[in-house]
């Protein structure tokens, strides 16, 4: 499948929710994001490996950093709006940068788009920041209220994460 | 030069110093006195299933490649090269029949021997130049398993394995062995983390007293009800041979089933459970009335067993997880955690297991990341001369003459010492063998 030429619309308003999501989630925004996904979302994150190049494989099958639906991503952004969420109190400073934008047509509903995704993580006065790069390939519907997201997938380009979490959402 | 006797009669005494959880001559004397000879956790059998199946993994410095050979020993062979050295595994897992080095192309049977060198006999003339019969892959001085847990040691002749867990394996089981099909450990995910290694250990080992406020969080929202305080001041800790762990208080009065049930395994599980487990150990659970929680087998093997709600109808699924703290530096530690679950389960628990464990630990668990955050914070503070001058107060659980507050319980079901509400029994009882094998001279590696 070939993607859709930058100049078509459906591309750029594509982009443009992607761009937007970023935002909401460098903000904190954390249930405007919620609102961009669909009930029936499917956010997963395999754990790649190093593996021979022959071997056929680069992730686990069977293990992820995240496998989420909309129960699991509710209780994480409802346990960040807590009190007690020390893991991001206080905050950190995040930046999510897309690019490498690539928009193909699914089907009369549907957009698959992929990008590339660096987050800049930055917590406390002097510790060194947190970069986590990744691939992503996502499903975007087309609905009455706009677009949302159904499907993330999310291919991390580090075997060993070197961020002391994800309490974050790529 | 740092004053070691001086640092272990304060540790001995319960008064830590702050500095051991970040200095760089601790950390030598880690590498040297105690990751030197100790029994150290490589990898599961259920990684590698299958003749060639191998992880490679480490125990700080050295990789080890955990091979199943082509006759199914499992075997943890140094990935060093006999020719110059080259790693000759650089990939952390797949299957092979044999590790060519990719430097002069030395090839290794998955046992370990060398099998071909290039040019044999114009380089070498043939064997009287070098002889290949009787080269290895350098295997592991030590090498055993319990439950299909795959531990080495670097020292050639250590205490056999079984012995050395010794009562330990009773609170083992309930992690690794739910049903003569043994445990399945999936993963790992690793994440490295600013902390100090020691600190994650001894927070498995024995730290029920953070759990209400760390994990504050998880209870706000009604993932989990096993963190809240009253829980918590009720569960047992015991100490036993290497290992020491915490457990949560069941609800007063169920039988084995109904407690099983509320933590949430289903019946065909808990009646393999109660056929697998001794009746000391079913007793844990029905007599007494305490289901396992997190644990620690020295020096840097964790375990952890909960029960979340992972949907919105209030499913209550049970996970375990095993989680190791490899050190990396004095300030640096690569965590490997894995999901773990009975390989006789259904495929609807496993997914299920696998959700709750998801939501909970590992890199994006919801209480790993606020236990991190800790970790990473104390580690830091470590760091300085103010450091030094600070003795952290362990002591939790003693009165001022060294006695226990409350004794320790009677007909508790497990084996060891235990005591109920909190303490920090486990944490001194963690710290003391870390003691003996700093304290320890060892001739062999001559500091
Ligand atoms: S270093 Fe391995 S063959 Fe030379
Ligand atoms: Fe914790």
Redo the contacts with the bound molecule.
Sequence with gaps: MKPLPYSDELHQAAHQFLVEEAALLDAGDYLGWLGLLCEDIKYVMPVRVTTARGAGFDSLPDMGHFDEDMYSLLKRVQRLLTEHAWAEDPPSRTRHFVSNVRTFAFSETELYVESALLLFRSRGDTREADLVCAGRTDLLRLTTEGMRLARREIKVDESVLRTQNLAAFL | MIDLPGVLADVGRGMIPARIYNDAEIFALERDRLFSSAWIFLAHESEIPSPGDYVVRRVLADSFIVVRDENGTVRALFNM??????A?CRAEMGNASHFR??????TYRNDGRLAG?PFHAEAYGGDDGFAREDQSLLPAPAIDTYNGLIFVSLNADPPALREWLGDFCYYLDFYTRQSPAGVQLRGPQRWRIKANWKIGAENFAGDSYHTPHTHASVVDIGLSREPKANKRKEGALYMAGPGSGTTCKLPPGGSFLEQLRYVGYPDEMIVTMAATWSKDQAGLVEESGFMVSAATLFPNLSFVHNWPVIDAAGTVAPFISVRQWQPVSENETEVLSWFAVDAGASEHFKRQSYRAYLMCFGSSGMFEQDDVENWVSITEMAAGSMARRLLLNSRMGLTSEDKPVKPPMAGFSGPGVAYQGFGEFNQRHWLSQWSEHLGARDEATSL
């Design positions: 090269c006999l020719h110059k050295g080259m000759v080095c990719p430097y002069h192309a030395w060198v």
